[in-house]
């Protein structure tokens, strides 16, 4: 047990048997308990999005995510997992239930722990499930905490998270448009064009190829100020997508202290998921097909 892991203090009943939980609700991952059908799920999804995302996620994704050794036939453990990851930049994959209240959250990036939902969506939601479960936090977002100016911004993000939440919840709310439009769902420039890098794109076949090759979205280049602005889809895919040069230009962004923008920010509107404005970095206008006129949140 590292200095930074919960202690154990229940079993609770799950329909997958009694698991362990932990302080703030950490559970270890049942991995006996994981059926055929799950396993499977895995390597289906698994396979399915190594061959979408090549050409279309960023190297570093890539790179990172051959760099773990996560198994292709079988869910990982997270117990092996975590070998490689503390090694790379001290972060460490702890099993959840699933969402976790925001506060806590937070504070586990703060520490560079990250929650990763133990259990696996069943065969018919191989291509659509509105909770993260642990194909999405797992393929998703574990690589990038292998990368280390990421591995960082996740952190930091965490500590802003704590802040915020003390702050209130319009502070809260712009850093959570941040976290979605970059975290989940963001988009970087390489050399030879933009490629993916969120975690909710990667983990979806369908938004990894409309992201990128739909002309019905924006592609617009980063702005914080404009991101913690904007509202955002949870049940379609994105009107909006933001591409950033670097992840140095995220971390660089973000280093400022958010209170002063916050408190400008509390002044403005929010702006609608599909708006293009005057000032945007606009690399591809949206033609707008098959939008949602409300919804946005
Ligand atoms: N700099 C931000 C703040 O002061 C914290 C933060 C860092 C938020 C990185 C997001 C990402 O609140
Ligand atoms: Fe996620």
Redesign the pocket.
């Known amino acids: 047990m590292s200095a930074t892991a919960p202690r154990r203090v229940e079993n609770i009943q799950t329909d997958k048997g009694k698991v362990p939980v932990y302080a703030t609700g950490i559970i270890e991952q049942p991995w006996d308990d994981y059926g055929d059908e799950d396993h499977a799920t895995w390597a289906t999804l698994y396979a399915r999005q190594r061959e979408v995302l090549k050409g279309r996620a960023c190297d570093e994704f890539i790179a990172a995510q051959d760099a773990m050794g996560m198994t292709p036939d079988r869910i990982p453990k997270f117990a092996e997992l975590n070998e490689v990851l503390s090694k790379a930049t001290g972060w460490t994959l702890i099993g959840v239930e699933g969402l976790l209240p925001e506060l806590d959250f937070f504070d586990h990036l703060a520490n560079r722990r990250f929650p990763v939902t133990w259990w696996i969506r069943r065969p018919d939601q191989i291509d659509y499930i509105e909770e993260p479960d642990l194909f999405h936090d797992l393929f998703g977002h574990v690589p990038l905490l292998m990368i280390p100016v990421f591995a960082d911004?996740m952190e930091?993000?965490g500590?802003?998270?704590v802040?915020?939440h003390a702050i209130g919840a319009d502070a809260l709310q712009n850093?959570t448009r941040?976290y979605w439009y970059t975290v989940e769902f963001g988009l970087i420039r390489q050399k030879d064009g933009v490629r993916i890098y969120g975690s909710g794109i990667v983990s979806s076949k369908g938004e990894s190829i409309h992201c990128l090759e739909s002309d019905a979205p924006n592609r617009i280049g980063f702005d914080l100020e404009r991101i913690m602005r904007t509202r955002y889809r949870i049940d379609t895919y994105q009107k909006t997508y933001f591409v950033i040069d670097s992840f140095e230009q995220l971390?660089d962004a973000?280093?400022?202290?958010?209170?002063p923008i916050y408190e400008k920010l509390a002044q403005l509107d929010s702006i609608p998921a599909g708006t293009v404005l005057e000032t945007d970095h606009v690399f591809n206008r949206g033609t707008g097909e098959g939008w949602l006129n409300d919804g946005d949140v």
Not at 254 to 259: A, G, I, L, V
């Open positions: 911004y930091a993000y500590r802003g998270g802040k915020a850093l941040l971390m973000t280093r400022p202290d958010f209170t």
